[in-house]
């Protein structure tokens, strides 16, 4: 284990499936971080990478997933995937001196929110919400959602444990416009990390990690968060070297937008993450180092 380095995970629906090629990298170079940090879609693909399964597990995975997307909705996908796959990665994640595991989520803070986001009005908030934000107005989600990060090493309510991980782990992925099922953990109301945190390389940095591997599925800018308030750029953040691996192109170019992706376009992404995976390791070695 590389006790110097942590991993960072953007989410990005169906796009995560580039992030996934490029986790199959790390894990075939002998890449392994101490700490992984991870929101919505890269839940999955983070606690594949944990157990040792990114390569055995992670294009299957995708293909799936995006074939269902097809004929069923993401609340039922994603809640029957956690189930299906947990059993696969569970003992990894949660055994003693596994990596430490960042999940991040969005926090619903008032009864009024919770209305708008638990119920049959959800969908058209999230709407709301998606264009609210495109216009760049974030009001809605600076008094009603706060970010809360959900920890392995966490102590009291935000620790990650076997007992709230698949709660903790769908509630990160809910968005609002497209997933139906509400999403609670401990009785508490959330909704998706994007919203205020889909990519927790600040929160991450404060662990004082030399390095921080940062996987986007974008081509950039690498934004914290839907409102796009705040990048993340290669360089520094407070003691810690960031770096960021993400598509040359757009990969709706290859068939893999958010919601819908075609068989060879998932295929396509997953092998261009990878590719690139396979770069970023060559140009920095420090990756690889390990404790002896």
């Known amino acids: 284990m590389n006790r110097d380095l942590a991993v960072v995970v953007s989410s990005g629906t169906l796009k995560g499936v580039y992030g996934q ?7 075939e170079r002998g890449v392994t971080p101490a700490a992984w940090g991870c929101a919505s879609s890269s839940v999955v693909s983070a606690c594949f ?17 995006a074939d269902r997307s097809q004929r069923e909705g993401m609340s039922r996908i994603v809640k029957s995937n956690i189930l299906e796959y947990r059993s696969m990665f569970e ?47 974030t009001e809605w989600v600076d008094q009603n959602l706060a970010p809360m990060i959900f920890d ?15 709660e903790v782990a769908y509630a990160s992925t809910r968005m609002l416009h497209a997933w139906d099922e509400p999403a ?17 390389v600040y929160e991450v940095a404060l662990l ?9 599925v974008e081509t950039g800018p690498t934004y914290t968060s839907l409102s796009r308030k705040k990048t993340i750029e290669p360089g520094t953040i407070g003691n ?29 992404a997953y092998e261009t993450g990878y590719n690139d995976g ?15």
Not at 278 to 292: C, G, K, P, R, W
Request: with cysteine.
């Open 208 to 216: 004082g990690f030399k390095r921080i591997l940062v996987v986007d």
């Open 240 to 268: 810690s070297e960031v770096f960021i691996v993400r598509p040359a192109v757009d990969l709706k170019t290859f068939g893999v937008d958010y919601l819908r992706a075609s068989a060879e376009g998932v295929i396509k």
């Open 91 to 137: 003992d990894g994640l949660f055994s003693s001196g596994a990596p430490r595991m960042l999940i991040a989520v969005s926090h619903v803070k008032n009864a009024a929110a919770r209305e708008l986001t638990q119920t049959s009005k959800a969908s058209l908030q999230g709407k709301r919400i998606l264009l609210d934000l495109y216009r760049g107005n």
């Open 49 to 65: 990478a944990v157990s040792g399964k990114s390569r055995v597990l992670g294009l299957e995975y995708w293909e799936r997933t």
């Open 152 to 166: 392995t090493a966490g102590e009291g309510s935000t620790k990650l444990e076997r007992g709230n991980f698949g």
């Open 278 to 292: 396979v770069a970023a390791i060559e140009q920095n070695n420090e990756f690889s180092l390990t404790d002896h």
């Open 184 to 200: 609670e953990i401990a009785g508490e109301a959330y909704v998706d990390a994007s919203y205020t945190c889909s990519c927790p």
């Open 21 to 27: 090629g490029v986790l199959s990298a790390l894990e």
